[in-house]
T-cell receptor, first 108, second 114 residues
């Protein structure tokens, strides 16, 4: 039973445009959500997080939105840059439960 | 600071062989974790250690054992490797203070079992 789901295995976006990555979860007890970025042959690195008491958190070009009623979160990247091409994982709570990942490709 | 280090980077085993994956962190973190990453599956938790001297099973512990040797080191052992254990293995650590939710990951060990 996949508690955290990323239903889009891949996403292709033009450089300079907005990238929107989505994540759904089933467990309403999750109280903290994180996004990780992963380049090939490297470990995941932390990108941005959000507590369940908030609905938005912004850090530079990255914004995470949380819709608790829909059990849905999204990561917005504006503007998208070629260096953003990577696999993005959403994860929930302390003993992290990860989604399957979305491969983002930014086209010049 | 090196952060989280893992050895080896690559390993090829034959079915039935055993090996130990090593992980060390120099950030004085309390909690340490072992994950495996498989295509289309994300990262799945194998075992974790909330503090020195304790270990607990994660989502996919079968076929693995762990040892929290001290605060710095957390090893993962495959006693009798199987082809289903072909995967990329990541070690991670976390401070475990209030509000410390972020985990820090090592570079991974790519394991192939023939």
């Amino acid at each position: 039973d996949q508690q955290v789901k990323q239903n889009s295995p891949s996403l292709s976006v033009q450089e300079g445009r907005i990238s929107i990555l989505n994540c759904d979860y089933t467990n309403s007890m999750f109280d903290y959500f994180l996004w990780y970025k992963k380049y090939p042959a490297e470990g995941p690195t932390f990108l941005i997080s959000i507590s369940s008491i908030k609905d938005k958190n912004e850090d530079g070009r990255f914004t995470v939105f949380l819709n608790k009623s829909a059990k849905h979160l999204s990561l917005h990247i504006v503007p998208s840059q070629p260096g953003d091409s990577a696999v993005y994982f959403c994860a929930a709570s302390g003993r992290l439960v990860f989604g399957q990942g979305t491969r983002l490709t930014i086209n010049p | 600071n090196a952060g989280v280090t893992q050895t080896p980077k690559f390993q090829v085993l034959k079915t039935g062989q055993s090996m130990t994956l090593q992980c060390a962190q120099d950030m004085n973190h309390n909690s340490m974790y072992w994950y495996r990453q498989d295509p289309g599956m994300g990262l799945r938790l194998i075992y974790y250690s909330a503090s020195e001297g304790t270990t607990d099973k994660g989502e996919v512990p079968n076929g693995y054992n762990v040892s929290r040797l001290n605060k710095r080191e957390f090893s993962l052992r495959l006693e009798s490797a199987a082809p289903s254990q072909t995967s990329v293995y990541f070690c991670a650590s976390r401070p475990s203070g209030l509000g410390d939710n972020e985990q820090f990951f090592g570079p991974g060990t790519r394991l192939t079992v023939l």
